[in-house]
DNA sequence: TTTTGTGCAAAGTATTTGCAGCGAA
DNA sequence: TTCGCTGCAAATACTTTGCACAAAA
């Protein structure tokens, strides 16, 4: 089977790119950390671990292109960094996310839930959906779990 | 009845915060352009307008401040700036927006569509909810519309 | 040789912070 | 007088850009 790498290549191919040294790099550093909602520094940072003679530029401009080709997605939290996501294969849509304003984690749902809500909004909006962005603030099973713990202890 | 500006100043005032006229001319600013998802530079420029010697930096205070009190929310649209939308009066939740990829366009959609949603989010992945983003990029109706007379034309 | 991509440094934006002065309590 | 608040300027943080050079087609 190919490998989702050779996926990607072909992508960037058809769309007149080369996968050059410094964006396999890139790509492997995503596929090495899908679920960890990176920074463009964090890539860059992991990235010259492997390659140190990167540029953070470099970086930018990839994940920019990996955007437009939606390799990945861009998204932002209210911090004020975008964090970069690799969408999953052959989803229609980005996924969800479940960000706890105890901890930080940031959890994700592959799962598409808007389905109906999407239905109502194109026919009652007279909108033509392309892509949508759903996060959750709240407080994450991890710590409701602890705060239930520290009640027990009292 | 008491007015919109009265109940913020109420709420500032069980904050321990003042509503002093630089406070009041941004909140008035909000309050007459409730539909424009306001930067804070947007903001500046329009406050400057009735009180010329505000500073830059008392309004990035001042949307902090009632960012935190729940009179306003920030969201991001992925364009690198902060934009600032009143919340509605005892609104449960954020409204969600449509983001036109064609014109720029946001639009608003007041009703809380995420009911079912959240009740799945909570009781499946056992997270609490406290808020939500929800934005869909898409095609406005006003965009689709002129696609369809510029098709009529040829 | 033409084009595409890169690293570096500089430039841009957006936002935050330090600080001295001001004004209300 | 005290303390919260402000304006200004400086600092910071993130991202983009210009440019000379390198690599690939």
Excluded at 46 to 75: F, M, N, S, W
Excluded at 89 to 105: D, K, N, W
Aim: aromatic share 6%.
């Amino acid at each position: 089977m190919e490998s989702r790498i050779e996926r990607i290549k072909k992508q960037l191919h058809n769309a007149n790119y080369k996968l050059t040294p410094q964006r396999e790099a890139t790509v492997r550093v995503l596929l090495e950390h899908e679920e960890a909602h990176l920074s463009a520094e964090d890539v860059y940072l992991l990235v010259k671990e492997k390659a140190p003679e990167i540029g953070l530029a470099t970086v930018y401009r990839t994940l920019e292109l990996l955007t437009e080709l939606k390799v990945v997605d861009k998204i932002n939290f209210g911090d004020g960094v975008s964090r970069f996501d690799l969408r999953q294969e052959g989803a229609a849509h980005f996924h969800h996310h479940l960000v706890c304003i105890e901890c930080g984690a940031v959890d994700e749902i592959q799962e598409d839930l808007l389905g109906d809500v999407e239905q109502i909004v194109e026919d009652r909006w007279n909108f033509q959906i392309k892509d949508h962005r759903l996060t959750f603030h709240g407080i994450c099973w991890r710590c409701s779990g602890e705060a239930a713990e520290d009640a027990e202890r009292t």
